[in-house]
């Protein structure tokens, strides 16, 4: 039986990687980049009912996970923007959770969110693919714990939330599944 700790986090909490190279930043911008698309497959022949699965008891369901992911990514693209245009920002964090139950985290068809998602993730790669050595290094500060973050890190994050929000999104299906052949 899976805890509530391996319901949360399918693929593990993210860890800060030991190190950086060319290599692994590639390979989280290829994340960035094909994360519109696998969300798209994941959910392009759910039913409205099957959108309202819930990946874990009190857990958001599939809809709000796609909406919460445009809203997350559209935040951490503009403070990718902020550290790269301002010397050490200081970021507006926002209540994910509060957002998760307005109305069109709850309700608004989910396809609005997909379609958001491929024209940010297509922008935020191009900005991505710009960056200089030195731009990595450069940094936002984060007003509730007062940690400095640099924009790898950051990229590394949003690789991991990425992945993190797509196994949320299989695993609701999976339970959808077990549900219906109970059933």
């Known amino acids: 039986m899976k805890t509530l700790e391996n319901l949360k986090y399918p693929i593990g909490k993210f860890e800060i990687p030991a190190s950086f190279n060319k290599e692994s930043i590639e390979q989280w911008i290829s994340t960035i980049r094909e994360f519109p698309q696998k969300i798209q497959n994941e959910i392009t022949s759910l039913s409205e009912a099957e959108l309202e699965q819930q990946y874990r008891p009190e857990g958001w369901t599939i809809r709000q996970v796609v909406h919460h992911c445009a ?6 693209f503009i403070r990718f923007k902020l550290a790269l245009t301002e010397d050490v920002p200081t ?3 926002y209540e994910e959770n509060i957002w998760a139950e ?27 693919n710009s960056f200089v050595e030195s731009d990595w290094e450069k940094k936002f500060r984060h ?9 790898k890190t950051n990229l590394a994050i949003y690789a991991w939330h990425c992945n993190h929000h797509l196994a949320h999104i299989q695993q609701a299906k999976k339970v959808n599944v077990s549900l219906q052949n109970i059933l």
């Open 71 to 76: 809203d997350s990514h559209m935040n951490s």
């Open 91 to 93: 970021i507006k964090p």
């Open 102 to 128: 307005l109305e069109d985290s709850k309700n608004l068809d989910v396809n609005i969110s997909v379609n958001l998602l491929f024209a940010l993730h297509q922008r935020w790669v191009v900005l991505l």
């Open 143 to 151: 007003p509730e714990t007062n940690q400095l973050i640099d924009l």
